[in-house]
């Protein structure tokens, strides 16, 4: 039998729907204009008759995207390094976050205050720069994923979710003769699918809106990210128009359809992992 809701309850339920409608409404608004932006003319959209929906639908944007090749190019590369950089990022954050998790590890809360201290004090831009250089990174893809192998925030994030799992679980394996690196791939990372989907998910979302990076680690714009490559287009609009790379086209229409080809690969992705998303966080939040 369904129980009734109280008036109160009723009431609060109601407010909280609209609160979470407004919040919605507040997030798909721009995502829908830069959609109509992009595939409206740019006649329709220089006379403000673009709101939501496309007006005198346009693909011209886009064929100029194809044809200039640089958006293409510089997906590439931003898949490229938000795939590279997500497999670096969790192994390191896997591989740092198990043994801190363990009690048996020596000087294990000396080890975690070093780490800590990472998070509030750092070299800076022109150290990390020049280290960069002298290792030889400089020009190469590995400048984009090496220097952010590891965010602090998310090891401390997976080392709770570690500490809440059983400790039962990793002495029996022990007992059977399994060593820590069998322990982590066959029993706890098994166990950790949630975590270790939102802690890729904060990786791959930092690595995909990546820009300054490149900006500065690279000469060579051919191997520039998305980002990168939509921020020179932001900065050099004008000049595109004049110079006839955008094909006659507005360079507002070219920019919107270039922004929401960097917005769609995220957008596919959430939907896969949502819900290890939530529960994730939930999880390493209230236990650890």
């Given at each position: 039998?369904?129980?009734?809701?109280?008036?109160?309850?009723?009431?609060f339920?109601?407010?909280?729907?609209?609160?979470?409608?407004?919040?919605?409404?507040?997030?798909?608004?721009?995502?829908?204009?830069?959609?109509?932006?992009?595939?409206?003319?740019?006649?329709?959209f220089?006379?403000?008759?673009?709101?939501?929906?496309?007006?005198?639908?346009?693909?011209?944007?886009?064929?100029?995207?194809?044809?200039d090749?640089?958006?293409?190019?510089?997906?590439?590369?931003?898949?490229?390094?938000?795939?590279?950089?997500?497999?670096?990022?969790?192994?390191?954050?896997?591989?740092?976050?198990?043994?801190?998790?363990?009690p048996e590890?020596p000087?294990?809360?000396?080890?975690?205050?070093?780490?800590?201290?990472?998070?509030?004090?750092?070299?800076?831009?022109?150290?990390?720069?020049?280290?960069?250089?002298?290792?030889g990174?400089?020009?190469?893809?590995?400048?984009?994923?090496?220097?952010?192998?590891?965010?602090?925030?998310?090891?401390?994030?997976?080392?709770?979710?570690?500490?809440?799992?059983?400790?039962?679980?990793?002495?029996?394996?022990?007992?059977d003769?399994?060593?820590?690196?069998?322990?982590?791939?066959?029993?706890?990372?098994?166990?950790?699918?949630?975590?270790?989907?939102?802690i890729?998910?904060?990786?791959?979302?930092?690595?995909?809106?990546?820009?300054?990076?490149?900006?500065?680690?690279?000469?060579?714009s051919?191997?520039?990210?998305?980002?990168?490559?939509l921020?020179?287009?932001?900065?050099?609009?004008?000049?595109?128009?004049?110079?006839?790379?955008?094909?006659?086209?507005?360079?507002?229409?070219?920019?919107?359809?270039?922004?929401f080809?960097?917005?769609?690969?995220?957008?596919?992705?959430?939907?896969?992992?949502?819900?290890?998303?939530?529960?994730?966080?939930m999880?390493?939040?209230v236990?650890?």
């Amino acid at each position: 039998m369904r129980k009734k809701q109280s008036i109160s309850s009723k009431l609060f339920s109601f407010v909280l729907f609209c609160m979470c409608s407004a919040v919605l409404i507040g997030v798909l608004a721009p995502i829908l204009n830069i959609f109509a932006v992009s595939f409206s003319s740019y006649e329709a959209f220089s006379r403000g008759e673009v709101g939501l929906l496309p007006v005198e639908f346009d693909t011209r944007a886009y064929r100029a995207l194809i044809q200039d090749g640089k958006v293409l190019r510089g997906l590439g590369y931003s898949t490229l390094y938000t795939f590279l950089g997500t497999l670096i990022n969790v192994a390191l954050t896997t591989l740092t976050a198990y043994p801190l998790s363990r009690p048996e590890m020596p000087l294990r809360k000396t080890v975690s205050l070093f780490f800590a201290v990472t998070m509030f004090i750092g070299g800076g831009m022109i150290p990390t720069f020049l280290l960069v250089q002298k290792l030889g990174l400089y020009n190469t893809i590995w400048a984009m994923l090496l220097p952010k192998g590891m965010t602090v925030y998310n090891m401390i994030v997976m080392r709770s979710f570690f500490q809440a799992l059983p400790g039962e679980l990793p002495e029996a394996a022990r007992i059977d003769g399994a060593n820590d690196f069998q322990i982590l791939r066959r029993i706890i990372l098994p166990l950790s699918k949630a975590s270790v989907a939102t802690i890729a998910l904060f990786y791959a979302v930092m690595h995909w809106n990546s820009w300054f990076e490149a900006s500065i680690y690279f000469s060579n714009s051919n191997t520039a990210p998305l980002q990168l490559v939509l921020r020179n287009m932001v900065i050099n609009a004008q000049k595109l128009v004049s110079s006839g790379e955008a094909d006659n086209i507005g360079s507002t229409s070219m920019q919107y359809a270039a922004l929401f080809v960097s917005m769609v690969p995220m957008m596919l992705i959430y939907p896969f992992v949502q819900k290890y998303f939530v529960k994730g966080v939930m999880i390493g939040s209230v236990k650890g």
